[in-house]
Every structure is written in C-alpha cells, then in structure tokens.
T-cell receptor
Framework: NAGVTQTPKFQVLKTGQSMTLQCAQDMNHEYMSWYRQDPGMGLRLIHYSVGAGITDQGEVPNGYNVSRSTTEDFPLRLLSAAPSQTSVYFC???????????????FGEGSRLTVL | AQTVTQSQPEMSVQEAETVTLSCTYDTSESDYYLFWYKQPPSRQMILVIRQEAYKQQNATENRFSVNFQKAAKSFSLKISDSQLGDAAMYFCAYRSRELNRDDKIIFGKGTRLHILP
C-alpha cells in the first residue's frame, strides 16, 4: 500500500543549486500534480499532468520544471533554487475526472525544502 | 477561473462542542466536486468529506457534515462533538467535473482549528 511516495522528505539547498523532488504513485492514476504550501497561502498548484507526455502549468509555475515520461512518476525540478522557493511541497494523484471515480486527490507525505 | 475562500484563518472550540468552518467558492460551472481536507501536525493530507454538486443531499461522515448551498456557493463543514484529535488545519477544495475543462484542483488558504480541553 505505497500510494504516493515523495523523496526526499527534507532538503536544504544553497541559492543557485538545482535539485529534483521525486514523486511516484502505484495506483495507475492518470492525473498527477505538485503543490507548494506556505503559511497563510494554503496549497498552490505548481504544475499538473493528465497523462504521460502531457504537462501543464498551475498557479505558480515559475522556477519549476516537470516532465511525465511514465504514468507512475512525476518529478519536480528546481533548476536554480531561490530563497522564495523555501516551502513544503506536496505531490498528489488521482484518476482522471472522466473515469468513474470520487474525484479526491491522494497526497504524498510532503517534502520540506529550505533554500539558504 | 475558480476561486475558493476560507475567511476564518483560525478558530477555537471547546472539546465536545460543535464548530462550523466556512468556505465559499466562485465558479461558472454547474458540475463539480467540493472537498474538505484535514492536515494534522503530521502534515499528512486526509480527506474528511466530499460533496458532488449535482447531489442536493448534504454529505455526512460520522461527526462531520456539510451545509452545501449551491446557489450561494457556500460549503461549510460542521464538526460535532469536537475531539482533541480534530485539531488541525482544514482546507476546502474545488474540482471541476465538466468535460474539456482544465483539471486544476483549487484549495482555500485553510482554517486552523484549535480544540480546547
């Protein structure tokens, strides 16, 4: 019962460094997404994907890249980290709304990123 | 674009009492889901309750129930017999069920609920 797995759970970076947050799900969900959570701001959508080879921007995409080469994986890349990207990041997945499903998102445990 | 507004950043309730968390949303769509998620200190996001917009009956899950007012675009969460374990951040969320729409699930900013012993 792995569900949605995010790695790493904690990371400290220096300004300008690059890194990739990994996200994998074993539920065969077509839909995957990345959110960031900041105090007083709720969860804001960064990028999402409705299937392998398809990605789209959310509310706050600047500074982040994604790709979706397989159904299972949806990595989030920070090419040049900035202190403004200090946040908690959540990956979430679900079946597509067109399918018979409940519409809910299944979340990973989150990754806390600090950029110094 | 759809928006979700939670106007109460923090609330407190006495243990065993009832509390209502407010959520309003803005959409031009007629078919959608609404959710309440709970985030305890462990940071894990947990689905509390779900409502389909086409269903007039308000959803209920044990001590949790919603008051869904579609015309007013209001979706409040009522927690009865509050327990210490209910202390958490609560997020309201919107998801379209309409075809050919951008599938962006939108969250409110959250309400932090404190339970007073």
């Amino acid at each position: 019962n792995a569900g949605v797995t995010q790695t790493p759970k904690f990371q400290v970076l220096k300004t300008g460094q690059s890194m990739t947050l990994q996200c994998a799900q074993d539920m065969n969900h077509e839909y995957m997404s990345w959110y960031r959570q900041d105090p007083g701001m709720g969860l804001r959508l960064i990028h999402y994907s409705v299937g392998a080879g398809i990605t789209d921007q959310g509310e706050v995409p600047n500074g982040y890249n994604v790709s979706r080469s397989t159904t299972e994986d949806f990595p989030l890349r920070l090419l040049s980290a900035a202190p403004s990207q200090t946040s908690v990041y959540f990956c979430a997945s679900s079946p597509l709304f067109l399918a018979t499903n409940t519409g809910e998102l299944f979340f990973g445990e989150g990754s806390r990123l600090t950029v110094l | 674009a759809q928006t979700v507004t939670q106007s109460q950043p923090e609330m407190s309730v006495q243990e065993a009492e009832t509390v209502t968390l407010s959520c309003t949303y803005d959409t031009s769509e007629s078919d959608y889901y609404l959710f309440w998620y709970k985030q305890p200190p462990s940071r894990q996001m947990i689905l509390v309750i779900r409502q389909e917009a086409y269903k007039q009956q308000n959803a209920t899950e044990n001590r949790f129930s919603v008051n869904f007012q579609k015309a007013a675009k209001s979706f409040s969460l009522k927690i009865s017999d509050s327990q210490l374990g209910d202390a958490a951040m609560y997020f309201c969320a919107y998801r379209s069920r309409e075809l050919n729409r951008d599938d962006k699930i939108i969250f409110g900013k959250g309400t932090r609920l404190h339970i007073l012993p």
